[in-house]
């Protein structure tokens, strides 16, 4: 089955506990993105990668890294998580991005639940 | 400036009814608009996308939206709720650097 997978679904943590989120995609899609979704903001792009190796900031990525060292995955990784960032994260994949196809649909895996106290 | 508005936060309809949401977006050319449903736990699934062939876009379940260049609004719409409709809605627009854009969504709620 195609689909995007996110691990673990829902985590609790401490503040300045490292922690990574994993996302991986079996449809071999070039663009991976995640995404932080807070009531009444929406989504909120984080970082996004057009291929293997090429990463970028999005619009918040101020306390996260990614890597993009295989095609499939792209790990979300807090250094040293903070309370703003407790949130729903998503993981999306989608064939190529938006600038080459413009409509490319993304899809989304099941979403993180992070809490940091 | 935002580029997606989801004008309602909120809407409620009783079953049966028909259901109408709605967003503007801000662009100076010709965007793609989609619309993404998230059910309940649930990661977000497409409805549809305009993809400039036509300006009535029918989508899964029942729902069609309207692109209208002149209002800068994209509407879903669907004639009759059913109860699994139930759901928070989000519009988004393709920007020009390939991003995607939301609107801050808008949860439905179908009564009986």
């Known amino acids: 089955e195609a689909q995007v997978t996110q691990n673990p679904r829902y985590l609790i943590t401490v503040t300045g506990k490292k922690l990574t989120v994993t996302c991986s995609q079996n449809m071999n899609h070039e663009y991976m993105s995640w995404y932080r979704q807070d009531p009444g903001l929406g989504l909120r792009q984080i970082y996004y990668?057009?291929?293997?190796?090429?990463?970028d900031k999005g619009d918040v990525p101020e306390g996260y890294k990614v890597s993009r060292k295989e095609k499939r995955n792209f790990p979300l990784i807090l250094e040293s998580p903070s309370p703003n960032q407790t949130s729903l994260y998503f993981c999306a994949s989608s064939p190529t991005s938006l600038a080459v196809r413009p409509y490319n649909e993304q899809f989304f895996g099941p979403g993180t639940r992070l809490t940091v106290l | 400036a935002q580029s997606v508005t989801q004008l309602d936060s909120h809407v409620s309809v009783s079953e049966g009814t028909p259901v109408l949401l709605r967003c503007n977006y801000s662009?100076?050319?010709?965007?793609?608009l989609f619309w993404y449903v998230q059910h309940p736990n649930k990661g977000l699934q497409l409805l549809l996308k305009y993809t400039s062939a036509a300006t009535l876009v029918k989508g899964i379940n029942g729902f069609e939206a309207e692109f209208k260049k002149s209002e800068t609004s994209f509407h879903l719409t669907k004639p009759s709720a059913h109860m699994s409709d139930a759901a928070e809605y989000f519009c988004a627009r393709g920007d020009s650097w390939g991003k995607l854009q939301f609107g801050a969504g808008t949860q439905v709620v179908v009564t009986p």
């Open positions: 990668s057009m291929n293997v190796e090429v990463t």
């Open positions: 662009s100076s050319y010709s965007p793609s």
